[in-house]
């Protein structure tokens, strides 16, 4: 309702600390508060007023008495009552200043209700004093003045106790007046100043009562007001952002010093042209604007006096109390740090931190962009899968900071290699991608996948260091061979096994022939993965006989695999993939389960010599699964006898070794097959762990017509002598063959001459008849 003068304003401001309001202040009421500052404030407003209300009214009672009391009574009366209003009034103007804010200083309320009192009872004096002893006609003036100074009471309703006080006084003064006049005032004139009275009474407890609740609302109005000020200063002080507001033509109104900063233009350039083409003719913005609804996290680029910069927009329209529409408002912010930052993680998510290639996933997007190219426009796009050749062993011979050396010298080559015909890339490890854009001529892609395998092939010189390495390639052509990445991905992965397997160092594109072949694969393995759960498998048995006297000393038990539909499928077929798939520890399980249950069944010293596959060796369970199986038949260890081969040392030795030695301490026979054929080092022969060699068939068989042949079969029986190890020769089909390798020194022997495979009915009816006849004539 009252509103304080500006002078007030500055006064009261120059008092509070920086960044202070007098309306910020949340005190008790005795304390300094918002509704109490802006009631000083008011109330110092309205002081004038109210003073001279009582000076006009005791001047106008002076001129009624001032020929019926001393002039010197009237004149001091006067003077007082003058005085006292005048130095009242000059009190509030200084109240308002020195008592408000929150270094303001504490005004009881006492204080303002004694001061009040005390001009009501100063001015009353003298007319009370004096009512008995004038006639009646001064009675009734003295008292209609009265009457009529107590509506001054509503220079006094910002604080509405201290109205209450001064018409309390008034209204006591004067029924004291008329009480002590008697009947002098006639009836008519007593009751028109009563009236006056109260209706001064009642008027001004309204009007106090309303502009309190006025004063109420517009200090707590103040206080959300002052508070959302300083929180938009801070906001903007702070830098984190900036505000601004075009009229209802998208012309700018206000803008902050932070986007005029920004802009590097004065802001009476900005003030009043359009935001839009001040941005750059942002279009989006313009639309936004135009739809007059609210927007949010709207991004731009904008041209700065410091480059290039990003901001992020938002905006409400502004709507007037009619409903019509006044422009809009809002806040901005500057996000080029933020965009940057993006910028590097999605170059970090997109690149090979070794090569600087776009890595797996980016590859897979730039395949997507080309599928879909491709798709629109008739023109082929490829994917070229690359896996280097030979390059497990530079990390292993040579350490990691060497073969990171090579991969990256690769990846330099593929990018010169390829040029501007598509993008290089690493999926991982040592396999890289290259997606073609434009494969349109396939004799160009060939073309390019052959000067790749030559430049891949030249020497890498690192540190000195010679290193060697080539690469194969699959690939696959789209959406020809594949409509999808991952169908095209799939196809190219099909092409590069494809020329792995094809002797490695070239390349190979994918066809339906690929397709049938990889189709046919994944129908074999689920094949065999039924197999084994249906116990598809059984054992052959081939019997091994004593050189010396040509007895049945044991079997060599073979897997063999009955397909419902295949027929027959050979172990040097199924086993590769059994092993490949992770089925062999499985397999490998059952058949020393089955050999253990048929050796028990059969008389000492019928042994049975069964494969153990690389890749079942080297588990440390397989003691464990040996054993058991021995006490659930009650085996001797003895009459098992377990072949390994020579690539069993290619891997971690350490691990095979001590798997070897935990088999050894359950009795368990180790011979090492196919010796003369592997990789190991004889000195592994003194490590405890084989009591027997098996020497290859094609030793044998040739022994008759190569000299050499019978010369290695004769060292290798030599070396198994000097280790006390037995001796078995393998694939012995003739009278001759025999003969010979018992005159070398071999124990046992092995081949078509003594049997076939046979079916257990057919090896039991073997061990059965054993006493009775001997093996050959």
């Not at 003064?173 to 004139?189: K, M, Q, R, S």
């Not at 290699?417 to 073609?436: L, N, T």
């Not at 069993?648 to 009795?667: A, H, M, P």
């Not at 040739?702 to 010369?711: D, F, H, V, W």
Request: proline share 4%; charged share 20%.
């Amino acid at each position: 309702m009252y509103e304080a003068p500006d002078r007030y304003k500055r006064m009261i401001a120059a008092r509070l600390p920086d960044g202070e309001s007098m309306a910020v202040t949340s005190e008790s009421k005795d304390d300094a508060s918002p509704l109490r500052d802006v009631q000083l404030i008011s109330r110092a407003q309205l002081a004038p007023f109210f003073a001279a209300a009582n000076i006009v009214a005791s001047a106008m009672l002076a001129a009624a008495l001032w020929d019926k009391a001393p002039v010197a009574w009237i004149g001091g009366w006067l003077a007082a009552v003058g005085g006292l209003n005048l130095l009242a009034m000059q009190i509030a103007r200084t109240q308002a200043v020195t008592h408000v804010g929150r270094s303001g200083r504490k005004l009881p309320q006492w204080q303002l209700i004694g001061e009040v009192l005390l001009r009501a009872v100063v001015w009353l004096s003298l007319p009370i004093y004096l009512f008995t002893s004038v006639d009646a006609d001064t009675q009734v003036i003295a008292a209609s003045i009265i009457a009529g100074l107590a509506i001054g009471g509503l220079g006094l309703v910002v604080v509405p106790p201290c109205a209450i006080a001064w018409m309390s006084a008034f209204t006591v003064g004067l029924c004291g007046a008329l009480l002590l006049g008697g009947t002098a005032v006639p009836v008519p004139n007593m009751l028109s100043i009563l009236f006056t009275m109260g209706v001064a009474i009642f008027g001004v407890l309204t009007v106090a009562r309303w502009a309190f609740h006025q004063l109420k609302t517009n200090a707590e109005a103040g206080t959300q007001s002052e508070s959302a000020s300083l929180l938009l200063q801070e906001y903007e002080q702070r830098g984190v952002g900036w505000l601004w507001q075009v009229d209802a033509d998208n012309r700018l109104t206000y803008i902050s010093s932070r986007m005029v900063a920004l802009l590097g233009r004065p802001a009476s350039q900005l003030v009043g042209h359009s935001l839009p083409s001040l941005l750059g003719g942002n279009a989006e913005l313009g639309r936004r604007l135009l739809e007059k609804v609210p927007f949010a996290s709207l991004e731009m680029e904008v041209q700065t006096a410091r480059g290039a910069r990003w901001i992020s927009m938002a905006g409400d329209p502004i709507i007037d109390t009619a409903g019509r529409f006044d422009g809009f408002r809002g806040v901005g912010t500057d996000i080029t740090e933020v965009r940057q930052s993006q910028e590097r993680l999605r170059h970090l998510a997109n690149v090979d931190v070794l090569s600087g290639l776009p890595n797996r996933g980016r590859v897979r997007q730039l395949l997507g962009e080309s599928l879909r190219t491709a798709t629109t426009s008739n023109v082929p796009c490829a994917i070229m899968f690359l896996d280097l050749d030979g390059f497990k062993p530079v990390n292993d011979t040579f350490g990691h900071p060497k073969g990171d050396a090579v991969l990256q010298a690769v990846a330099k080559r593929l990018v010169d290699e390829v040029a501007g015909d598509g993008h290089v890339g690493r999926m991982g490890g040592d396999e890289f991608a290259i997606v073609i854009t434009d494969a349109q001529s396939r004799r160009k892609v060939e073309q390019l996948a052959d000067r790749i395998i030559v430049a891949i092939k030249e020497p890498y010189l690192i540190d000195q260091t010679e290193i060697r390495i080539g690469v194969s390639i699959g690939c696959a052509f789209g959406p020809i061979d594949g409509a999808t990445v991952d169908d095209l991905i799939l196809k190219a992965d099909l092409a590069l096994y494809e020329a792995k397997g094809a002797g490695r160092g070239i390349a190979r594109y994918f066809s339906s022939e690929l397709q049938s072949e990889q189709e046919d694969r994944v129908r074999f393995e689920n094949d065999l993965r039924q197999a084994v759960a249906a116990k598809q498998f059984h054992l052959v048995f081939q019997p091994l006989v004593a050189a010396k006297d040509q007895k049945l000393v044991g079997f060599e038990a073979l897997i063999r695999w009955n397909h419902p539909q295949r027929g027959f499928v050979p172990p040097n077929v199924f086993i590769p993939v059994a092993e490949e798939i992770g089925l062999m520890t499985s397999i490998g399980e059952w058949v020393i389960e089955e050999s253990c249950r048929v050796a028990a069944s059969w008389p000492e010293p019928i042994t049975v010599a069964l494969n153990v596959s690389p890749k079942q060796i080297v588990m440390p369970a397989l003691p464990n699964t040996v054993s058991q199986c021995l006490a659930r038949y009650k085996l001797p260890g003895n009459r098992l006898e377990l072949e390994v081969t020579e690539g069993i040392f290619l891997g971690d030795k350490g691990s095979t070794l001590d798997v070897l030695k935990r088999l050894r301490q359950l009795g368990v026979g180790i011979a090492l097959d196919d010796f003369g054929t592997g990789y190991s080092s004889i000195g592994y022969l003194n490590k405890a762990v084989f009591h027997k060699l098996k020497i290859d068939g094609s030793f044998v068989r040739e022994a008759g017509t190569r000299p050499e042949n019978l010369a290695i079969i004769q060292s290798i029986v030599q070396l198994a002598k000097s280790f006390r190890m037995t001796v078995t020769a393998e694939g012995v089909e003739t009278a001759e063959d025999f003969e010979r390798m018992r005159e070398l020194g071999c124990d046992v022997i092995q081949g078509y001459l003594f049997g076939r495979p046979l079916s257990f009915e057919r090896a039991n009816e073997m061990v059965l008849g054993l006493s009775a006849r001997r093996m050959i004539a």
